[in-house]
């Protein structure tokens, strides 16, 4: 079983939709989490961090359900410029601050 | 100000033969990480630095695979005898060394095929 599960997709949605993507992880002593986003052929970026209590940065909504090991992120309005694949990723306490990557999940956002 | 720089962005060699890719952090960066990542995979874990010193090589697939950082700087990836398996990207990254968390800046990449 893989640490950081996501659906890959593709998740193919029409311009101003609303999109969601989850994840699971299996180490409950994960410490903290975050959404990179990563571009065709281009490096991950950091989209957001993920706490608790949910955030929120514009049309990105992020949860985290530590009890579940359970991460979405909802993306309301959807662009064109979204068209990426969304990485799910986690950080262990005691692994130094290596990161551990799911997947993917891409999406194509339509006209 | 610049970011994470890898050379080369694209290599191409012959099974059996030896490679180095090169890393340079952001300027004032302590921690430095080299990830793999496969074709429709996310990126794995390879080996990270803090400064000088390897603080953990776990994700190293075998002995062919080896990292320095001698200046606390630039780091160099280096693959012996390599094998058709071994073609990826190649990703660096590099963070302030901060307690944790500590947001991860990624390179480009380099793009290794190995015929």
């Known amino acids: 079983r893989k640490e950081v599960e996501q659906d890959p997709g593709p998740f193919n949605v029409p311009e101003g939709a609303t999109v969601a993507f989850n994840c699971t992880y299996s180490n409950s002593a994960s410490q903290s989490f975050f959404w990179y986003r990563q571009d065709c052929r281009k490096e991950p970026k950091l989209l957001m961090s993920v706490y608790s209590s949910g955030n929120e940065d514009g049309r990105f909504t992020a949860q985290l359900n530590r009890a579940s090991q359970y991460i979405s992120l909802l993306i309301r309005d959807s662009k064109l410029s979204d068209s990426a694949t969304y990485l799910c990723?986690?950080?262990?306490?005691?692994?130094?601050?290596?990161?551990?990557f799911g997947g993917g999940t891409r999406l194509m956002v339509k006209p | 100000g610049a970011g994470v720089s890898q050379t080369p962005s694209n290599k191409v060699t012959e099974k059996g033969k030896y490679v180095e890719l090169r890393c340079d952090p952001i300027s004032g960066h302590t921690a430095l990480y080299w990830y793999r990542q496969s074709l429709g995979q996310g990126p794995e874990f390879l080996i990270y630095f803090q400064g000088t010193g390897a603080a953990d090589d776990s994700g190293l697939p075998n002995d062919r695979f080896f990292a320095v950082r001698p200046e606390g700087s630039v780091s160099t990836l280096k693959i012996q005898r390599t094998e058709r398996g071994d073609s990826a990207v190649y990703l660096c990254a590099s963070s302030r060394g901060l307690a944790f968390p500590d947001t991860q800046y990624f390179g480009p990449g380099t793009r290794l095929t190995v015929l």
């Open positions: 990723v986690v950080n262990l306490r005691n692994a130094g601050n290596m990161l551990t």
